[in-house]
C-alpha cells in the first residue's frame, strides 16, 4: 500500500526555518517526489520536486534560493528544508508521489498519492 507522511511543520517566526519530512512506503523511490501547499482560499501549488535519481530539481519562484530539496534513497525519505520563511509560506504542505516514473513536475495533476499534509504557520 503506498503510503506518504509528512512530518516536520510548525510555528516559526518570520526569517526562521523548518525541515519538512516525507516518508514513502508501499513503493520505492524510482518517482519524483514533489512537494505542494495550499493556503486557505487559494489553490493547491507546486513548491518543489527531485526526481527519482535526484539530477532534476525544480523550485517554484516562491522558493527559489530559500528553500532546498533532497532525498535519502535508504530512508526512503524526501525532505524540505526551508529557510527565511515568511508568512506567505503558511499553509498545510504536502508531498505526493509522480504518477509515472519521469523527471519531476510541479503540475498537482500530475501526481497520484498524497500525503495528509502538516501545517506551518510563519507568524511573529
Known amino acids: 500500500q503506498v503510503q506518504l507522511v509528512e512530518s516536520g511543520g510548525g510555528l516559526v517566526q518570520p526569517g526562521g526555518s523548518l525541515r519538512l519530512s516525507c516518508a514513502a512506503s508501499?513503493?520505492?523511490?524510482?518517482?519524483?517526489i514533489g512537494w505542494f501547499r495550499q493556503a486557505p482560499g487559494k489553490e493547491r501549488e507546486g513548491v518543489s520536486c527531485?526526481?527519482?535519481?535526484?539530477?532534476?530539481?525544480y523550485y517554484a519562484d516562491s522558493a527559489k534560493g530559500r528553500f532546498t530539496i533532497s532525498r535519502d534513497f535508504a530512508k526512503n525519505t524526501v525532505y524540505l528544508q526551508m529557510t527565511t520563511l515568511k508568512p506567505e509560506d503558511t499553509a498545510v504542505y504536502h508531498c505526493?508521489?509522480?504518477?509515472?516514473?519521469?523527471?519531476?513536475?510541479?503540475?498537482?495533476?500530475?501526481?497520484?498519492?498524497w500525503g495528509q499534509g502538516t501545517q506551518v504557520t510563519v507568524s511573529s
Open positions: 508501499g513503493f520505492t523511490l524510482d518517482y519524483a
Open positions: 527531485i526526481s527519482s535519481s535526484g539530477s532534476s530539481i
Open positions: 505526493a508521489k509522480l504518477k509515472r516514473p519521469s523527471s519531476c513536475s510541479l503540475v498537482p495533476t500530475n501526481y497520484d498519492y
